[in-house]
């Protein structure tokens, strides 16, 4: 039925958010990072998720473009829980390059979003994570790359684009908006 992609920066909450929709609707879902992480580990690349954004950009776009691959033979409504942009030691990764959006052909893009100061706290506060405890003028620039890219991705596919605020103690809500913007 096709493919929704999930965004958010990390911290912000996408994956608890689409989660938590899966348990009142029927999809499938995948985690593009899990995939990711599945083949630069048996690769012997890296020893956790974290450390795939650091690995050379080609190396990271090889295993990017393997992983579409695998994401594209799952049927059904799939939901693809992956990053509009990586923020590598270097730069923005795109992530979803022209070569993803052609294997994926995304019917929708959902940009989870919050507020600066609540994606900084959650961070803060989650420790299985090694990720950067960026300043919020960082946080701030993440987003804003993602919308504009997300356009982008939207302009090469007809993908309709949602935004979806999740900010704090407002989960359910977060979460019927979700529910109700889907378009398949
Ligand atoms: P996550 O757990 O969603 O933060 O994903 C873990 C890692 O997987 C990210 O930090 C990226 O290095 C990688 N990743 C996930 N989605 C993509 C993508 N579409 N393109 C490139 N790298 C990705
Ligand atoms: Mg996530």
């Not at 050379?56 to 594209?72: F, M, V």
């Not at 052609?102 to 994570?129: G, W």
């Not at 993440?142 to 103690?169: C, F, P």
């Amino acid at each position: 039925m096709g493919v929704i992609v999930v965004t958010g920066i990390p911290g912000v909450g996408s994956t608890t958010v689409v989660k938590k929709a899966l348990e009142k609707i029927e999809a499938n879902y995948v985690n593009y990072g899990d995939v990711m992480f599945e083949i630069a580990s048996q690769r012997g690349l890296v020893s956790h998720r974290d450390e795939i954004r650091k690995l050379p950009e080609d190396l990271q776009r090889k295993i990017q473009k393997e992983a579409a691959e695998r994401i594209a033979s799952m049927g059904g409504r799939v939901f693809v829980d992956t990053h509009c942009t990586v923020r590598t030691p270097r730069g923005y990764l795109p992530g979803l390059p022209k070569w993803v959006l052609e294997t994926l052909k995304p019917k929708q893009i959902i940009l989870v979003e919050a507020d600066p100061e609540e994606i900084l706290r959650r961070r803060i506060s989650d420790e299985s994570r090694k990720r950067e405890k960026s300043p919020l003028e960082d946080i701030e620039e993440h987003q804003e790359m993602n919308r504009k890219v997300a356009m982008v991705y939207s302009t090469l596919t007809g993908a309709i684009v949602t935004i979806i605020k999740n900010h704090d103690n407002r989960l359910d809500e977060a979460v019927e908006n979700f529910v109700k913007s889907l378009v398949v």
